[in-house]
C-alpha cells in the first residue's frame, strides 16, 4: 500500500467510487477547508481508500439545569443562533452538535432543523 497527498487528477477516480458505493452521501471538496486529503493506492496507483480530514465547527454548549424550563429554551435557542452566525462568518455551511445522553436536547436540537447523520464518534489522540 502506498500513502500520498490527493492530486486534483484524482477526482476523476474517486467520484467514480463515491457513486458506486456512496452516493446518498455528499462529495466534499476535498482541496477546501481540509487540513489535509490523501489517497492509498495499491502498487499499480489503484486508488483502494481516498479521504482527508476536515475542520468542522462544533457547538459545545453546557446548560444550567436549575434554571427554568422557559430560561433554558430561549437561552438555547440564543446560543444556537450565535453558533449558527459565527459557523456561516467562518465560511463553513454546517454546525455540529454531538447530544449525550439527553433525549430531550436531542429532539429539541431536531426541531431547530439538526438532522442526525450518522453515528459520531472520537478519537482523542
Not at 468542522?56 to 435557542?77: C, G, H, M, N, W
Amino acid at each position: 500500500m502506498i500513502r500520498r497527498d490527493m492530486r486534483p487528477e484524482d477526482l476523476c477516480k474517486i467520484k467514480e467510487i463515491h457513486a458506486k458505493y456512496f452516493s446518498n452521501l455528499y462529495f466534499p471538496d476535498f482541496f477546501n477547508k481540509f487540513l489535509g486529503a490523501f489517497v492509498i493506492t495499491n502498487d499499480e496507483d489503484k486508488i483502494i481508500v481516498a479521504g482527508g480530514v476536515r475542520l468542522i465547527p462544533e457547538a459545545v454548549i453546557f446548560t444550567e439545569q436549575d434554571s427554568t424550563r422557559r430560561e433554558k429554551y430561549y437561552s438555547l435557542l440564543e446560543a444556537l443562533n450565535i453558533s449558527c452566525f459565527l459557523t456561516r462568518d467562518s465560511g463553513h455551511n454546517a454546525l455540529h452538535a454531538f447530544v449525550f445522553e439527553n433525549p430531550k436536547y436531542l429532539s429539541l436540537l431536531e426541531r431547530f432543523s439538526f438532522e442526525t447523520y450518522g453515528t459520531g464518534l472520537i478519537k482523542n489522540l
